[in-house]
Structures are given as structure tokens and as C-alpha cells.
């Protein structure tokens, strides 16, 4: 497939986005409401994790439009929810919008029935974290649900699509300024979430390297029982089925390019936050925090040429015909 950078920005962005906005719901049902019940990230802290995670998400929604032929009209994707992913991730990813600006609004207008402003403040957080969660997977199976795309049918594109997800968000929250206990703890999930994603991409990396192509040539031209060679092209000129079906990756670019992913989005991230939690057991909060944002940026980094991998590698079967 075409790599459309447009998409694999949303995609990247927007995952991030969402990973950050499921971290921080978890960890205000985690630890309760005000210092009375232990909340160790303060609520401006809370404020800035929700502004910096709808941001991502809202630049990755409007790069996605980049890729349509007429992006005024994207607002009809949200009629089709019943029968495309597609239009469930729009409707989820506006869904997802209600809990944050309710979590604004508590913010902002925090009572002092404490009671019934911590149940109002779990029932917000728990369904942030969870229309997050569902629209990552929204996101997923737009392309897990193609059979024409075997590559995309795969058991671990939506994991693999969680998995960095939630990385990219614990790496947000830990490059995040004046969340120190919420810092500690994301350093702690990149430590673990790193290998875990390394260890599901190249999972899937083997599976499509060694699952050969349900269909033959002979059977995307019709005739199954003949034998095929090829003498020219069915065409004279490129149409839009080889520009955006037929793009053709070198296995040897291929193998450099997952080496830089892998390096970029598991091995230096993991390297680098062991090293912000030795800084910060010997109080050095400065190198700390710059090294969660190095690690940030190689998190985003390897996601973006991850992402360019997943459209490149990709092999739609009417490819067969030409």
C-alpha cells in the first residue's frame, strides 16, 4: 500500500493522544480524589495532561482529512457507525471529547461535597479511559477488518496498535512537567510497555514475512486452472490502483527500517528511562526530565516509521492482476 503521510501522522498523534488521556483516567480512579484520598498528580498537572492529549488527537483528526479528495465532506463519515470502523472511530473520537471537557468542568468548578465530587470524578475518568481505549481500537480495525489486505488481517494489529498507544501516552505523562509521582510511575509502564510492543511487532513482522498470499494470479485473474506468465502490463500508464495498491518496498530497506523502528520506539526509550529513574533516585530532576523527553521523542520517532512500515508492507491482492 501507499504510505499516505497524512494517516500515519493521525495515527501516530492521535494514538499518542489517546494512550495519555487512558493513563491519566486510570490514575485519578487509581488515587482517588484531592490530597485527602492521595492524589499525588495535582490537578493543574491533570489540566495540562487533557489539553496536551486533545491536541494530538485533534491535529491527527485534521491531518487524516489531508488524505480525503474533498475533506469538507468528511463529516459524512459519521452516518455509516452502523457497518464501518471508520465511521465508529469519528463517532468515538467525538465521544471521547464528553469526559474531557466534563473533567474541565470539574476542574474548574471542584465543590466541597468531596462524597459526591469523587464519585463524579471516577465516573469521568473511567469513561475517559475507556472511550480512549475503544477508539484506539476503532483505529485498528478500519484496516484489521480489509480481507482484500492480508497483512492487515492479522490477530496483532489491534494489540500491536494498544501496545503503542499506551507507550506513547506513558511517555507523554512521564515528559510532562510538575506530575512528579505520576512521572515516576509512567517511567516505570515505558519500562515495561517498551519490550512488550518491541516483542508483539516482531511477532508480526515474522508472521507476514513467512504467510504467503491466500490467492494465486491465476485465481485474481479468473482463471484457476491455467497456467500464467506475464509478457507486459494490463495497462499503458499508472491508474490509481497501482499508485495506491502497488507500492513496492525492497526487503533490504525493509529490514534497515525496522532495525531503526525498533531502535527508536523500544530500545533507546527503555535505555533512557532507566536512566531517568536512577536520576531520579539520586535527586537530579533536571536530567530526569530531559530524559523523558528524549525518550518521548524516540517513542514518536519509531511510531512514525513503524507506522510508514505497516502502510509499505502491506500487500493488497489486486495487486496480483498487474
Known sequence: MHPAFSVIFFTTLSGAGYGLMAWVGALLIWQGLG???????????????????????????FSSTLHLGKPLRAWRAFSQWRTSWLSREGVMAVVTYLPVVGLGVWLSTLGTH????????????????ICALITVVCTAM?????PPIPAWRHRLVVPV??????????????????????????????VLLAPLTATFKLAYWRAIDRTPLPVTRREAV??????????????????????EMGYVLARKHARKLRTIALVSFALIPFLTTLAAIAAQVMDAPGLSSALSV???GSVLLGTLVERWLFF??????????Y
Not at 478500519?142 to 480489509?146: C, E, G, K, M
Not at 506513547?168 to 509512567?186: D, E, F, I, K, W
Not at 500464467?228 to 499508472?238: A, I, K, M
Not at 509499505?312 to 492482476?321: G, I, M, R
Open 35 to 61: 490530597p485527602a484520598h492521595g492524589l499525588t498528580m495535582p490537578l493543574s498537572a491533570v489540566a495540562v495532561a487533557l489539553l496536551v492529549g486533545s491536541a494530538l488527537v485533534g491535529i491527527g483528526l
Open 294 to 296: 528524549l525518550c518521548l
Open 312 to 321: 509499505a508492507q502491506a500487500k493488497h491482492l489486486v495487486t496480483l492482476y
Open 114 to 129: 468531596h462524597d459526591f465530587d469523587a464519585l463524579v470524578l471516577t465516573l469521568l475518568a473511567a469513561a475517559l479511559a
Open 222 to 243: 479468473g482463471l484457476p486452472d491455467r497456467e500464467l506468465s506475464v509478457f507486459e502490463r494490463p495497462h499503458t500508464e499508472d491508474n490509481y490502483l497501482t499508485r
Open 161 to 190: 496498535y494498544l501496545a503503542f498507544a499506551m507507550l506513547g501516552g506513558a511517555a507523554l505523562l512521564a515528559a510532562l512537567p510538575g506530575a512528579h509521582s505520576a512521572q515516576r510511575m509512567s517511567l516505570v509502564l515505558v
Open 142 to 146: 478500519i484496516y484489521a477488518s480489509l
